[in-house]
T-cell receptor, first 114, second 112 residues
Framework: AAGVIQSPRHLIKEKRETATLKCYPI?????VYWYQQGPGQDPQFLIS???????DKGSIPDRFSAQQFSDYHSELNMSSLELGDSALYFC?????????????FGEGSRLTVL | GEDVEQSLFLSVREGDSSVINCTYT??????LYWYKQEPGAGLQLLTY?????DMKQDQRLTVLLNKKDKHLSLRIADTQTGDSAIYFC????????????FGGGTRLMVKP
């Protein structure tokens, strides 16, 4: 069965650079969530989209922005990168019409800021 | 997460049962989840339970929900070394947004 696809899996950037992470949800899922997991931490909610509109906003820095496109894939744009942005970034998707019920995560994108 | 709490560590012997506990504060939680995370890997959905249920069983996994005490547990029967991982409890209150709030995770170590 198709899962949540994230790219790239690994990314190395310098301070003050920009990074873009992509997420392709499970087909027919209408909701995408972005989470950030620092080393040894639990995942922290950043932002979510339902039917291409921003749904909820968590602890997302102003330097970050995200959107969901007409094909339901989502991109997380991170600018003016800081060392503290080094983390695993997870995308998850669900079909909100049922619940959300099953909520699946991708394998994550590991961002390292040098 | 401050609203979902788990013990940090659990050690069991192979073949024994493991019970991982979780408490939460939001009495309006609608769905509660268990995720497994192996080192450097993603979050694997193990199971979830809707708040109007008190038990759900799926092969070796049994989830018990006590809504009165806001307590969720995950029992793994016949624990194997491959079950060694971090287990996260998470909850959603989909009447107040649809974001998952995670517990801090319980590291399960299975000794041969």
């Amino acid at each position: 069965a198709a899962g949540v696809i994230q790219s790239p899996r690994h990314l190395i950037k310098e301070k003050r650079e920009t990074a873009t992470l992509k997420c392709y949800p499970i087909p027919r899922h209408d909701t995408v969530y972005w989470y950030q997991q620092g080393p040894g931490q639990d995942p922290q909610f950043l932002i979510s989209f339902y039917e291409k509109m921003q749904s909820d906003k968590g602890s997302i820095p102003d330097r970050f922005s995200a959107q969901q496109f007409s094909d339901y894939h989502s991109e997380l744009n991170m600018s003016s990168l800081e060392l503290g942005d080094s983390a695993l970034y997870f995308c998850a998707s669900s079909y909100l019409g049922q619940g959300p019920g099953e909520l699946f995560f991708g394998e994550g994108s590991r961002l390292t800021v040098l | 997460g401050e609203d979902v709490e788990q013990s940090l560590f659990l050690s069991v012997r192979e073949g024994d049962s493991s019970v991982i506990n979780c408490t939460y504060t939001d009495s309006s939680s609608t769905y509660l989840y268990w995720y497994k995370q192996e080192p450097g890997a993603g979050l694997q959905l193990l199971t979830y339970i809707f708040s109007n249920m008190d038990m759900k069983q799926d092969q070796r996994l049994t989830v018990l929900l006590n809504k009165k005490d806001k307590h969720l547990s995950l029992r793994i029967a016949d624990t194997q070394t491959g079950d060694s991982a971090i287990y996260f409890c998470a909850e959603i209150n989909n009447n107040a947004g649809n974001m998952l709030t995670f517990g801090g995770g319980t590291r399960l170590m299975v000794k041969p």
